[in-house]
C-alpha cells in the first residue's frame, strides 16, 4: 500500500511540474537561441507560444551573433533539423569493426555546406554546454538532427541509412506511430499520452542496438524514451539531471498537440532559467 501511494505521488509530480506556468515582468525579454537561423515553422512555433503566454520573445541565431555564443546569455536553445552530420564525430569512438562498416557505407552520407557550417560549431557548443555547471537549468530541444547531435556529443553513434541498414523505408514525408515506452519520461510529463503521430524526414538516426548494449556502461545519464517502427528507431533522447528533450520527429511542423506542449514546455523552462539566473546574480 506505501509503495503504491509512493508511485503515485511519485507520478503527480513528475505529470504536473512542467505544467506550473511561469510568469515574467513585463519589460523581460525571453531569449531563444538557435544554433543556426531558426525557419519558417520553428519561428511560429515559438510565438505562437510564446504570444499565448505573454511572453516577450527574442530569437538568436547564434552562429550569426558569437557575442551570443555565450550561454548564459539566452534562457534557452533548440537545435533545429537539417543536415547529415559528418560520421568523423562518431566512428572513431566505436570497435574496429563497426568503423569499417560506416565507412563502407560513407558514400550513403549526404555531405553539404550546411553540415559543414554547423557540425563544429553544434558539436562545440554542446561540449561547452555539458561542461559548466552554469548551464545546468538551461534547456534545450534538439530536433532530427538536433537529436543526432545530442546523442554524437555523447559518442553515440548513428545508422548511417535506414533503408540500407533496417531495410525499411528512409522516413520522408512520412507519419510514423510514435509510442512512449518509459511513463516516468520527461517526453510522457509533457505530452501526458503514450502514443501518437509524428512527422518524419530522415534517413539517419540513433544506433539503437547499440546504444542499448552498451547503455549501463556508457550512457548511464541518458535515456531513449520513445520509438517507432517496432522499436527499431529512436524518437526521443533524455538527459538525467538537465532540461533536454531530444525528438526525431518534428514537433514544429505537427499542427496537433505535440507542438503545443513541446514548444510550450521550452519556453516555460525558458522562462525559469531566466527567473533563477536572475536571483542567482
Sequence with gaps: MVSKIIITTFLFLSFNSFAETCSLEKDQ???IGCTTKCKYFYKKALKRFARKKGYRLHILDLSQNPE???LNKVDGIVIPGGADIDPKYYKNKVEPELRDHLERLDYLVDYSKEGERRDPFEYGLLKRYF?????KNLPLLGICRGMQMLAVSQGVPLYIDIKEELGIKNRRYLL???KITDRYSLLKSILKYDQFRGYKYHHQGIRVNYFKKHHQERWPHLKLTSFSNRGKIAESLEFEGRPILGTQFHPEIDFWTERKRIFSWLLNESCKNKKLKKSTY
Design 131 to 135: 561542461s559548466d555547471p552554469n548551464t
Design 176 to 178: 510514423d506511430r510514435v
Design 68 to 70: 551570443d555564443y555565450n
Design 29 to 31: 525579454i525571453l531569449k
